[in-house]
């Protein structure tokens, strides 16, 4: 089954949602002027950069399953800076593509960051965010 979707807006969403996601997990208040929280869906190639991010050591790792597979979640908190977090996610197990008309790679799961402005890599993460 296809649904027509704004993908600007669930992209949107993901970004709330890991702002929240940090804090809930870790206190992180992630100020809009001095941090940044951006994500996205990435083909094999991008998500398997992330996967690599969230695999590294941490400070802390969270990994729910919420509503029986309604939103399931991975994340982890760099131990050198707590506003740098990775995330993964899936809503309802939702796979988004292109569209009919547009070739693309199906994506399952939405990957974020959360990392404060000042770090140099944050400029690298918005290029590959695309924003």
Do not use: D
């Not at 702002?19 to 809930?24: D, E, T, V």
């Not at 870790?26 to 940044?36: D, G």
């Not at 908190?77 to 707590?82: D, I, K, V």
């Not at 009919?100 to 000042?118: D, L, S, V």
């Amino acid at each position: 089954m296809s649904l027509p979707l704004e993908g600007e807006k669930l992209i949107e969403l993901f970004e709330y949602i890991i702002k929240g996601l940090a804090y809930w997990h870790w206190k992180v208040i992630l100020p809009p002027e001095s941090c940044l929280a951006k994500a996205s869906y990435f083909t094999s190639a991008g998500a398997e950069w992330f996967e690599r991010l969230i695999s590294y050591t941490a400070k802390h790792r969270v990994n729910v399953n919420l509503g029986n597979g309604v939103f399931i979640y991975e994340g982890a908190q760099s131990a050198e800076c707590s506003e740098l977090t990775v995330w993964r996610m899936s809503l309802y197990g939702a796979e988004i593509s292109g569209g009919h008309t547009t070739y693309a790679e199906r994506c399952a799961n939405a990957y974020g960051i959360t990392a404060p402005k000042r770090m140099p890599a944050a400029s690298e993460f918005l290029r590959l965010l695309g924003a």
